[in-house]
């Protein structure tokens, strides 16, 4: 039980002074000692202290420890994973102290952990709106803080994680999934624009589906009998991992024309050199290659303003119209869930045979 005695003592200078003492014996037999400028204040303390402890939901660190201080340990946390290899890849490690300094530091970081609410993590979220940060962005940073807390529940700084269940919630059809494949009449001109290098290297993405990470990651070796063991990504800092998920890693057929062109290429070359590589033979930076090769030929071939990914999505769009079905195409995309799939393409796969369906549903209702 927490108990409150008042406390006077006198000053150097011999002024009287008093305050109100909460002392308090957690679950694990510490005990802890707070000091209040007013009894009114030691009281309320008090009483959220017992529930707490009774619920066993009290944390003493949580009193003292703030979203700062949550913040320092879970980078430091995933820096020394990353110094393991312990996936935890420069590119996460990076883009997350990012989320967490820029957004939620400044926001919240003086917050204490006891006094943090869902309601201030929605604040946050109504902040970044108001500011014009986009939504997968905000989901990012609120992701990020809650993996923050997570850490810091884990080290008994505090009992609950405020920001999990929070949602980023958009306008209708923001930030939708569904996605919108460049046109065959814009992936021709393009490739008529592109020298040999770049023209093989749009008509792989664009057939293949390969992410660039996965593409540019491709070594000679990964190719047998004409098909695609993707097995590697690599990076923007050179860092090489195995593919974003365990569905990443996948086996991709290819066409008999696309296995003739690459045959051709590969004569002379070592089972560990890239098929894809840079002017050095190294691997192709993803950012390099953008500015130097990519945006160039947008312009050279005077089409719409897409990016590399949007080749990933014309691939995927050919193998609808060519009748595969939507769990053959989570394969080949190498998405983890079917939920994936269909979220970004459902609307892409052809909608006769859900006719034909509520027809036949229909005939007995219509029936003589």
């Given at each position: 039980?927490?108990?409150?005695?008042?406390?006077?003592?006198?000053t150097?200078?011999?002024?009287?002074?008093?305050?109100?003492?909460?002392?308090?014996?957690d679950?694990?037999?510490?005990?802890?000692?707070k000091q209040?400028?007013?009894?009114?204040?030691?009281?309320?303390r008090?009483?959220?202290?017992?529930g707490?402890?009774?619920?066993?939901?009290?944390?003493?660190?949580?009193?003292?420890?703030t979203?700062?201080?949550?913040?320092?340990?879970?980078v430091?946390?995933?820096?020394?994973?990353?110094?393991?290899?312990?996936?935890?890849?420069?590119?996460?490690?990076?883009?997350?102290?990012?989320?967490?300094?820029?957004?939620?530091?400044?926001?919240?970081?003086e917050?204490?952990?006891?006094?943090?609410?869902?309601?201030?993590?929605?604040?946050?979220v109504?902040?970044?709106?108001?500011?014009?940060?986009?939504?997968?962005?905000?989901?990012r940073?609120?992701?990020?803080?809650?993996?923050?807390?997570?850490?810091?529940?884990?080290?008994?700084?505090?009992?609950?994680?405020?920001?999990k269940?929070?949602?980023?919630?958009?306008?209708?059809g923001?930030?939708s999934?569904?996605v919108?494949?460049p046109?065959?009449a814009?992936?021709a001109d393009?490739?008529?624009?592109a020298?040999?290098?770049m023209?093989?290297?749009?008509?792989?993405?664009?057939?293949t589906?390969?992410?660039?990470?996965?593409?540019?990651?491709?070594?000679w070796?990964?190719?047998?009998?004409?098909?695609?063991?993707?097995?590697q990504?690599?990076d923007?800092?050179g860092?090489?991992?195995?593919?974003?998920?365990?569905?990443?890693?996948?086996d991709?057929?290819?066409s008999?024309?696309?296995?003739?062109?690459?045959k051709?290429?590969?004569?002379?070359?070592?089972?560990?050199?890239?098929?894809?590589?840079?002017?050095?033979?190294g691997?192709t930076?993803?950012t390099?290659?953008?500015r130097?090769k990519?945006k160039p030929?947008?312009?050279?071939?005077e089409?719409?303003?897409?990016?590399?990914?949007?080749?990933?999505?014309?691939?995927?769009?050919?193998?609808i119209?060519?009748?595969?079905?939507?769990?053959?195409?989570?394969t080949?995309?190498?998405?983890?869930t079917?939920a994936?799939?269909?979220?970004?393409?459902?609307?892409?796969?052809?909608?006769?045979?859900?006719?034909?369906?509520?027809?036949?549903?229909?005939a007995a209702?219509?029936?003589?």
């Open positions: 039980m927490a108990t409150i005695t008042k406390r006077r003592w006198k150097g200078k011999g002024e009287d002074r008093e305050a109100w003492v909460l002392a308090y014996t679950k694990a037999g510490k005990r802890h000692k209040f400028a007013r009894k009114r204040e030691a009281d309320a008090r009483v959220e202290i017992e707490d402890i009774s619920k066993g939901v009290f944390r003493a660190d949580a009193a003292y420890k979203v700062k201080d949550a913040i320092d340990g879970y430091k946390q995933l820096d020394r994973r990353h110094q393991r290899g312990e996936q935890v890849t420069t590119m996460y490690l990076k883009n997350t102290t990012g989320q967490l300094r820029t957004h939620v530091e400044p926001e919240l970081g917050t204490r952990l006891a006094e943090l609410t869902a309601r201030a993590v929605n604040d946050l109504e902040k970044l709106k108001d500011e014009n940060v986009g939504l997968p962005t905000i989901r940073v609120v992701g990020a803080l809650s993996r923050t807390l997570q850490f810091a529940i884990g080290q008994d700084w505090v009992a609950t994680n405020a920001a269940g929070v949602r980023v919630i958009g306008k209708r923001e930030g999934e569904k919108t494949p046109t065959k814009a992936l393009l490739i008529k624009a020298d040999d290098d023209r093989l290297r749009i008509r792989f993405a664009a057939a589906g390969l992410r660039a990470s996965e593409q540019w990651a491709l070594r070796r990964n190719i047998v009998d004409g098909v695609i063991k993707v097995e990504r690599v923007a800092f860092e090489f991992d195995t593919t974003k998920s365990e569905s990443g890693k996948r991709v057929p290819m008999k024309a696309l296995a003739s062109e690459l051709s290429l590969r004569k002379g070359k070592k089972g560990d050199d890239f098929v894809f590589p840079d002017s050095a033979g691997f930076r993803h390099n290659f953008m130097r990519w030929l947008i312009a050279k071939a089409v719409a303003d897409i990016g590399w990914h949007a080749l990933r999505h014309f691939a995927v769009s050919t193998w119209e060519a009748g595969l079905p939507p769990k053959a195409v989570q080949l995309a190498g998405h983890a079917y994936i799939t269909m979220n970004r393409y459902g609307h892409l796969f052809p909608s006769e045979d859900h006719t034909a369906a509520m027809d036949k549903i229909s209702l219509y029936a003589d």
